[in-house]
């Protein structure tokens, strides 16, 4: 057995760590945390100065069993987990969980998984630093309350099921206040002046702006009209030098935003590719919000520099980081080695370290020089002056390897106009004069990386959190990331070309959206209740101040339950007083008058979703009750109008039968569907259900009917194909079996066929272990081993009373079903239970909106 225990979080960290220590090193991996917070409201004992309750989840306790072991054997236990707070507790974690001791305990860390790192770090040993700890837990125990108190309040007020985050609540709150910057937003329209001249020598092109725009369409014409018979001539020329320096090396945040715009990837894509390029030490360490870089890494960098590309193409620099709050890390991202270009792996691990590589390589490059030209051109008929603006590149330096993105949208693309060689006073000849119509831009969407741009300016969340913040409020409902087409938009062009002037008018798409982030309705429903009665919660200010008051904790200036008590008094009242006092919210619009019946017409956001309602709710049983309609998927309770919401009440409607069937087009809850008979065919995304005619009908419906053709038979019965949410399968016998990548689904062989069928059989057949289906009872086989089947839950089988072991095969084979009743009734004390009928809800009275 090996003196030494190394732990580190993962086993790909693990293995790559084990080449690098001799045989008196065992390197284990703890797989992340060890334990956690007791679920519900025994986790946290408030009215105890917030003292918690951990436990090792089932799934961890097979590994926490083995490192005791472990951890018994061995002379010393070396806790070598990330460098970070989460890092530090989960050191912590191994420490109490594990049993040991402070004599033969050393903790260690390092930003780069390399020998000589490896080597450094045990050389130079430390103890816990429970201040980071300290910081872990007040963030954990606040976000877990935060958490836990909030969303019973949206479950009575709101609808059942939904939750709410500390941090997640203000990245709904920026999306939620973009949105509707958007949707207020009124364009409005100016005639911009571009000109291509001419010099004596006909091939060279000199292009040019009026720096002012006309804001009617009058002015603009008669600009034209007075330059028709205009000399024009250069009146200004200035030449200034221009330089332009590297960004810095990637912090998180930063390789999160050039990761989106550059490559395509989601912020949690990048994090997990980041991950596994750290622990095979290809980079260091990911989560930082420091760009500094180390002696070592600036030395190899200029030695690569210089090799590659010569002295005078390196230029050491230092860079501060500007974040006030950065403590997570002492160096940014970077390649371990200068001198691997590229890494083996997948295309999308190679595509990020290349990025890493060069924004890291290119931060010590030199600065770019460029000559920047300013051209005045001189109208004879009028005041105003062109301007003409070109860059020549004299030395490249950074650019030869690196160029930064930016989030901005520019339709201009006239940036680095070559200009040729002019004098002041030099005549120049007109070749088209243009003013187009252009339009005001209203505040762009966010995408995911201009989200964690945000969010780091405000100083809300850290390195850590930026990834799994904007995943959960997608996981929730409250935000889907999506394209969006743009509608046409008529705009005037007039040209001015061998003295005639041309005016017509042309079209272009406007506001369409790639991969940007819009709220939902229901995400605004729980924004607006959250902002009028937590305004806390979701302040930027005071999110970002606590915050503060963690980094204030990590570096040992506050007292971690003194800061909780002052955010949970405060914050536990709130949640009181809006339970008892609170209505209910449901984002309600008033859209307008009914013209039919003389009815209210009504947006809100249902059970079910988002609707149309005419008419009111009242007590009164003989009243005429209202008449609900859904929205279609492309419609929103904040935008939609009165004639759109009156549109929906025309579905469904009846079209001709089409072969012997009735044919009907509506909308329910999984989107628009054309009825065929008993049949119901979905409406492709993004088609209006209102425009669905008895033409289109048979189209859909051949098209579905062409899809649903068998393709085989197997054992008598047919075989179809499909593509669903999961991707492509084949039906046989009411049994959907996917089709892996392995197989090419366009032309799956009868051998395929066959294959997919029997394997799926074979594991239909091992997958009950014991079943009462009368009573929906089931003993399975599962992912992770045998679990119990009760309706529609799944539950553990947990061990043995007796033995205090698993249940062996045999045990569960012979197991009554009294005995699998009462490992349910531990689990769910009220399953078998006659189930209360519900009192009928009290309806609420609305008074009639004027």
């Known amino acids: 057995m090996a003196k030494n225990l190394l732990i580190v979080e993962s086993p790909a960290k693990a293995k790559t760590i084990e080449g690098y220590l001799g045989k008196d090193f065992l390197v284990k991996s703890s797989y992340g945390h060890i334990r956690d917070l007791v679920k519900g409201d025994m986790g946290i004992d408030t009215s105890n100065n917030f003292s918690q309750t951990y436990e090792v989840p089932a799934d961890k306790k097979q590994v926490v069993a083995e490192l005791k072991k472990l951890a018994k054997e061995a002379e010393m236990v070396w806790l070598a987990s990330d460098e970070d707070r989460e890092g530090e507790a989960i050191s912590w974690h191994l420490y109490e969980t594990l049993g040991l001791k402070e004599h033969n305990t050393k903790r260690i860390v390092f930003h780069e998984i390399t020998k000589p790192a490896i080597l450094k770090a045990i050389e130079a040993p430390r103890t816990i630093d429970y201040n980071l700890v300290y910081a872990q837990q007040a963030r954990r125990v606040l976000d877990r309350l935060v958490g836990f108190e909030l969303s019973p309040v949206l479950w009575k007020k709101i609808k059942p099921s939904l939750s709410a985050g500390r941090v997640q609540s203000v990245a709904v709150r920026l999306i939620v206040d973009r949105e509707r910057e958007v949707n207020r937003f009124n364009a409005t329209a100016a005639f911009k002046v571009t000109a291509q001249f001419t010099t004596d020598k006909a091939r060279e092109i000199v292009r040019a702006e009026l720096p002012q725009r006309f804001e009617k369409a009058i002015d603009a014409e008669q600009f034209l009209q007075d330059c028709i018979n205009a000399n024009f001539a250069v009146s200004s020329l200035e030449v200034k030098p221009a330089k332009r320096n590297p960004a810095a090396p990637f912090t998180t945040s930063t390789l999160q935003q050039e990761a989106s715009r550059k490559l395509g990837f989601s912020v949690a894509r990048t994090m997990q590719i980041a991950q596994r390029l750290y622990e095979s030490g290809k980079i260091t360490y990911m989560r930082t919000d420091s760009v500094n870089l180390s002696e070592t890494a600036v030395s190899a960098a200029a030695a690569e520099i210089k090799s590659a590309w010569g002295d005078q193409y390196h230029q050491p620099r230092v860079y ?40 890291a390589i290119a931060s010590q490059m030199s600065e770019a020089v460029f000559e920047k030209t300013t051209v005045g051109i001189n109208i004879s008929t009028r005041n105003e002056e062109l301007i003409a603006e070109g860059e020549v590149l004299k030395f490249d330096g950074f650019l030869k390897v690196y160029l930064e993105s930016t989030d901005e949208e520019d339709d201009d693309n006239e940036n680095n106009n070559l200009l040729p060689p002019l004098t002041k006073g030099q005549a120049l000849y007109i070749k088209e004069l243009a003013a187009t119509e252009r339009f005001s831009r209203p505040p762009a969407r966010y995408t995911e990386a201009s989200l964690v741009k945000k969010l780091e300016e405000l100083g809300i969340g850290r390195p850590s959190t930026y990834a799994p913040t904007i995943s959960t409020v997608q996981n929730r409902g409250y935000v889907v990331k999506e394209d969006r087409d743009g509608r046409k938009r008529d705009f005037v062009y007039m040209v001015l070309t061998n003295g005639n002037i041309d005016k017509v008018t042309k079209s272009e798409i406007t506001g369409a959206e790639k991969a940007k982030l819009f709220p939902t309705d229901i995400g605004e429903v729980v924004n607006d209740f959250l902002v009028e ?49 609170a209505d209910r919210a449901n984002g309600e619009r008033l859209l307008g008058v009914d013209p039919t019946t003389g009815k209210n017409v009504y947006a809100k956001v249902g059970r079910y979703g988002p609707l149309v309602q005419i008419g009111e709710i009242s007590e009164d049983e003989t009243a005429e009750k209202p008449r609900y309609a859904s929205l279609s998927k492309t419609q929103s309770v904040a935008t939609v109008t009165l004639e759109e919401a009156l549109d929906q009440f025309k579905l469904p409607f009846q079209l001709e039968d089409y072969e012997g069937k009735e044919v009907s087009v509506g909308v329910g809850r999984f989107g628009p569907y054309v009825k065929w008979g008993d049949a119901f065919i979905s409406i492709p995304k993004n088609e209006d259900p209102l425009t669905v005619d008895i033409q289109r009908a048979i189209e859909i419906i051949s098209e579905k009917v062409s899809a649903d053709a068998p393709v085989a038979s197997y054992d008598g019965l047919p075989v179809t194909k499909g593509t669903g949410r999961f991707g492509p399968f084949i039906k046989w016998n009411n049994l959907f079996i996917n089709v892996p990548k392995a197989f090419n689904f366009e032309q799956l062989t009868h051998k395929d066929i066959n294959e997919l069928i029997e394997k799926k059989i074979e594991k239909e057949n091992n997958r009950f272990i014991q079943q009462w289906a009368d009573e929906k009872i089931a003993i399975e086989n599962g992912r992770w081993g045998p679990f119990i089947r009760f309706g529609k839950e799944m539950l553990k089988l947990g061990t043995n009373a007796k033995t205090k072991q698993k249940f062996t095969a045999e045990e569960l084979t012979s197991m009554s079903l009294e005995d699998v009743k009462k490992l349910i009734v531990a689990q769910v004390p009220n399953a078998f239970e006659p189930k209360k009928k519900k009192a009928p809800a009290k309806k609420k009275v609305i008074a009639k909106k004027k």
């Not at 974040?323 to 270009?341: C, D, K, L, N």
């Not at 980094?551 to 200036?557: S, T």
């Open 533 to 581: 009665h937590f305004k806390g919660i979701v302040d930027f200010n005071f999110t970002a101040n606590v915050e503060k008051q963690f980094d204030e904790i990590a570096q040992g200036l506050k007292e971690w339950t003194k800061m909780l008590h002052s955010f949970y008094t405060p914050f536990h009242g709130e949640v009181e007083n809006t339970l008892e006092n």
């Open 320 to 359: 501060k980081t500007k974040s006030a709050g950065a403590q997570e890390a002492h160096e940014a991202i970077r390649p371990t080695y200068f001198s691997q270009h590229s890494v083996d792996g997948d295309n999308s691990e190679k595509r990020l370290y290349d990025l890493i590589w060069k924004r």
